[in-house]
């Protein structure tokens, strides 16, 4: 079973920085695409950055010039680097991934379980 762990959440003061990692496992052939999500409260989940295998990057223009997105695809493993942040990135943090697996060659869409960013004023 494919599982995507994140990890790098936490507390930061405006202006501060975070890192996120997020890894995935099982039986994994291929990884089309990797991203991330947030979700503030009272809020839909939207789209930060997204990421291909061959590098192509995407940015929602509320994040460009301070999220940095970046993979290694040796480790599967999608990072996002955070700086200079705004309260207004408060929210979940969900990684996304669209996998090729060894068991079931369509790829699908998988989530992780989500890390909390909280940017205090």
């Known amino acids: 079973q494919v599982q995507l762990v994140e990890s790098g959440g936490g507390l930061v003061q405006a202006g501060g920085s975070l890192r996120l990692s997020c890894a995935a496992s099982?039986?994994?052939?291929?990884?089309?695409?990797m991203g991330w999500y947030r979700q503030a409260p009272g809020k839909q989940r939207e789209l930060v950055a997204t990421i291909t295998s061959g590098g192509s990057k995407n940015y929602a223009d509320s994040v460009k010039g301070r999220l940095t997105i970046s993979r290694d695809n040796a480790k599967y493993t999608v990072y996002l680097q955070m700086n200079s942040l705004e309260t207004e990135d408060t929210a979940v943090y969900y990684c996304?991934?669209?996998?090729?697996?060894?068991?079931?060659?369509?790829?699908?869409?998988?989530w992780g379980q989500g890390t909390q960013v909280t940017v205090s004023s």
């Open positions: 099982g039986g994994i052939s291929s990884i089309v695409i």
């Open positions: 996304s991934a669209n996998i090729i697996t060894t068991y079931y060659p369509p790829p699908v869409d998988y």
